[in-house]
């Protein structure tokens, strides 16, 4: 997988490798649908909304995107020993998408789109209790609960975002600029000559400016 090789369409042979028989695309995007706003809500939902509460909610997000944008540009894009399953599930990724063809076929497709359902339960029994833990010991029991609150909202923010910027490109969600714009920007990431240099910050596109990876 090293070289890309441009693959047009999911074939059934492709399918049947990569997504298991049991995955149900519907479910997966129920239990998002549900567990994001439920778990996002619930750390906050008997506190005051204090604007020291919201800064730390936006910082949090902020925090984990450069986080994740980390993990993109040199795991999921190096073959660095000990992380090459991860470079080699991202690489599938890049051949069944390109800029050309971007949006799925099928809804199960998606299976290679958002974060396998095992990801999403990691990210929620380390990820967020890590958050947890290093907020509590810089904030008070309040501002914890909103870093965490912030924490669980991103991953929904995520798993929306790109979800999105894998639809056909006539939906009506790209008359908002903002959905116009991670289009755009995720696009070029997929062009196979540009993957490996730019546009790494699938949720917002902020780091790239920041690091000067944005094409």
């Not at 690489?91 to 359902?117: A, F, S």
Request: charge should be positive.
């Amino acid at each position: 997988l090293a070289t890309i090789k441009k693959l047009r369409t999911f074939s059934p042979a492709l399918r049947s490798e990569i997504i298991p028989d049991f995955y149900s695309a519907k479910v997966h995007l129920i239990l998002l649908s549900v567990i994001v706003p439920i778990s996002t809500i619930y750390p906050i939902l008997d506190l005051k909304i204090s604007m020291e509460g919201i800064i730390v909610f936006i910082g949090t997000i902020l925090i984990v995107n450069f986080y994740f944008y980390l993990i993109h540009r040199f795991l999921l894009h190096k073959n660095i020993k000990g992380f090459r399953w991860c470079y080699k599930m991202h690489m599938i990724h890049h051949r069944l998408y390109d800029e050309e063809n971007m949006q799925y076929e099928k809804l199960n497709d998606i299976y290679m789109l958002l974060m396998p359902p095992a990801i999403t339960f990691l990210y929620y029994i380390i990820m967020i209790p890590f958050v947890f833990f290093i907020s509590s010991t810089f904030f008070s029991k309040d501002l914890t609960m909103f870093s965490t609150s912030g924490a669980f909202f991103f991953w929904g923010l995520y798993e929306f975002n790109h979800f999105v910027e894998h639809l056909n490109d006539k939906n009506p969600i790209f008359k908002i600029r903002f959905f116009r714009f991670i289009r755009f920007h995720h696009e070029k990431h997929h062009n196979h000559k540009l993957m490996n240099k730019v546009n790494f910050d699938i949720a917002l596109g902020l780091k790239d400016y920041l690091f000067k990876t944005n094409s």
